[in-house]
């Protein structure tokens, strides 16, 4: 048992959940701050869901695998929005890498602010609670290689652990008739399983349209089903077609919402993830909901207990760029520099934000989707706390290439672009 209660009250200690994209520049601010940083880690190195493992199930500790890297993967947007605010990723001939080279970006990143030292890899968090005067956390890690349950107890704890890690799966009428094949594609680790097979995929975002291509170069035939208003415009392989919604399944395959039926050896859902913290206790004051993470501040700060956040949970968003920026907007508050509102204006805050996304017709599954609404989101972190906006020249970027792959799913990794002040970029030819 280790008691790490801090022996200066003045020093700040933070904990921080997962060494991934998220969880290295909230560990930079947070030291950066003056901070004491303890980062738990479960894999055996940095980089969360760019990190590729052969596994799809159980790690080596009989802990869940959170990755969904399959192998030859590259980014789907350009490494020039890619990198954090004032710590791009380094030029390279193009714009659009393999996953190995965001790695190296991730261990140059930790190295350059000193960051890889605070990391315990192969650190499970098993439960996570405010200690019975609410003025800390307890946390208990499981030390993996030496099967050890470790104490800690932290003034802030930064939830950064991901959701692209537990499957979502759709409960069609008949699936446990099916005599398929059925996966998900955070199981999808190469294509050569799939010669010869006839394949549904479900699910038309970047990963569906991902996993309809690869494994059209292996299958005999792959369908892409979609609930999209607008068809991608991308030209697929002769051997891929595209219907829309599926209603039901069949003992060989799936009834579609025109009427139509195909048959199927495979089906894969490519039907996203849940927001998942096991580790946490009841008594955070968090509680899931159809993916709605409630009651956050700002979809960041735990109103109940205001020195807990989540780093990283809105969707379609420029992912690092974002992450930096919420991590900056909660380290102003955790440190002392900007006092937070009270929890009733907190609360009132949040309310009134999500009766305006529900006014736009959003369910509760899309709480914490920005897409259009991205820079209003991002604007107003950036105000509230008075730290730097994201540049411009990212937002506009990222507007250029968020949907490229629905256009030319084949080619749009071929684009270059390079930035050339904090308004304009320009694409290379």
């Known amino acids: ?115 890889t030292e605070h990391i315990r890899f192969n650190h499970y968090v098993i439960r996570i609670k405010p200690t019975k005067d609410e003025r800390q956390w307890e946390v208990i ?57 006839t394949v549904l995929v479900v699910g038309a975002g970047p990963s569906g349209m991902d996993m309809a291509y690869e494994m059209s170069k292996k299958a005999e035939r792959v369908t892409l089903s979609h609930h999209l208003k607008d068809t991608p415009k991308t030209i697929f392989p002769d051997n891929v077609t595209l219907k829309h919604d599926v209603v039901s399944l069949t003992e060989t395959g799936a009834v579609f919402s025109d009427g139509t039926s195909q048959d199927f050896s495979v089906i894969c859902y490519s039907t996203g993830y849940k927001y998942t913290f096991p580790f946490l206790s009841a008594d955070c004051g968090i509680i899931v909901e159809d993916n709605y993470v409630q009651k956050l501040y700002k979809h960041c700060i735990n109103i109940r207990y205001p020195t807990m956040a989540f780093i990283g949970l809105p969707f379609y968003v420029c992912a690092a760029q974002m992450m930096d920026l919420q991590a900056r907007f909660c380290i102003k508050f955790f440190s002392g520099a900007k006092e937070l509102p009270s929890a009733e204006e907190m609360e009132a805050d949040t309310n009134a934000e999500m009766e305006e996304r529900w006014s736009r017709g959003l369910k509760k599954r899309q709480a914490h989707m920005m897409g259009p609404q991205e820079d209003v989101y991002y604007d107003d972190l950036a105000k509230t706390a008075e730290v730097e906006p994201i540049k411009p020249v990212i937002k506009k970027l990222h507007k250029v290439c968020a949907f490229r792959f629905s256009e030319d799913l084949v080619n749009f990794r071929r684009d270059k672009f390079r930035i050339v002040d904090d308004q304009t970029f320009v694409k290379v030819d």
Not at 80 to 95: A, H, K
Not at 149 to 168: A, Q
């Open 141 to 197: 890690v499981k030390d993996c290689p030496n099967d050890k349950l470790l104490t800690y107890y932290f003034d802030y704890v930064l939830v950064c652990n991901g959701h692209y890690h537990t499957p979502n799966f759709p409960n069609y009428p008949g699936a446990s008739t099916y005599k398929g094949k059925q996966m998900h594609s955070h199981e999808f680790r190469c294509n050569d399983p799939f010669v010869g097979e």
């Open 1 to 115: 048992m280790v008691n790490d209660k801090p022996v200066n009250e003045q020093k700040r200690t933070f904990c921080v959940i997962g060494a991934g994209t998220a969880g290295l520049c909230a560990a930079r601010h947070a030291l950066q701050a003056g901070g004491s940083v303890t980062i738990f880690e479960m894999d055996k190195q940095l980089g969360g869901t760019w990190v590729f493992s052969e596994e799809v199930d159980k790690n080596e500790y009989g802990i869940d695998v959170h990755s969904s890297m399959y192998k030859g993967l590259k980014t789907n947007l350009p490494k020039e929005i890619m990198g954090y605010p004032d710590f791009p990723i380094p030029e390279q001939d193009s714009s659009y890498i393999p996953a190995e080279d965001m790695i190296k970006f991730f261990q140059l990143f930790s190295d350059s602010f000193g960051i």
